[in-house]
């Protein structure tokens, strides 16, 4: 990501993002947005389909995501990790704004799952550094950490009721179907909220949840 970007010969940026993207990416992309603004680009936000949350809405540049792809531009940047775009920016000596630190301590809360899984002392130091640029971190646990709709709360019902162990118990199985998003009000990439529920049981090591017969998240693996 941003290997091959060259300042000086490029004028228009387009930021693309996978659809139904997650927060992490969501957040890299957010960070990015206000990265190419500071150096004065005509910048687009672009993903072909989303439908967030409202607590969401807290991300800078949300508000400017389209899903309509511009007709032109100097340079494509495709959406990675926001541990990745933080790295990049470090090797480069690149001052973080108050928006670009929010953003990726955003990310961070979610890769990291409210710090609570992959952890490791870069992640702490990035941390660090987040928080002495200025991220806006009450704002990202509040939204992020002690958030929760109604429809997340009903599918997460659901889902519950549906589990299968399975490898002697060290595998959760989900399988998700219309009627369960139809039935809870929820979106397929509110299946997420089983995950730790699962992996809290005492013999679960992973979590597989399955929509239309393909695996749509693999976690513990």
Known sequence: ?????????????????????TVNALACGSALYSYFLSLHKKVSFYCPEFDFDLNLNFIPWI??????????ADY??????????FEYFMSKNIKLNVKMSTSLYAGLIDVTNGFTKALNGMIFAMAEVLVKNKAEVNLCS????NYQSLATL????????KIKLVEDGSLALFELDDSDLIS??????????VVNEALGLPTVKSV??????KEIIREGF
Request: aromatic letters at 8%.
């Open 1 to 21: 990501m941003l290997e091959d970007f060259k300042e000086d010969y490029t004028k228009h940026i387009i930021i693309i993002l996978e659809v139904n993207p």
């Open 63 to 72: 508000d400017k995501l389209r899903t309509s792809y511009p007709s032109s």
């Open 76 to 85: 494509v940047v495709e959406v990675g990790s926001c541990i990745e775009l």
């Open 142 to 145: 509040e939204n992020l950490l």
């Open 154 to 161: 009903r599918l997460k019902i659901i889902l519950l009721n």
């Open 184 to 193: 809870s009000g929820a979106k397929i990439i509110d299946a997420y909220c």
């Open 208 to 213: 597989i949840v399955l929509y239309k017969n």
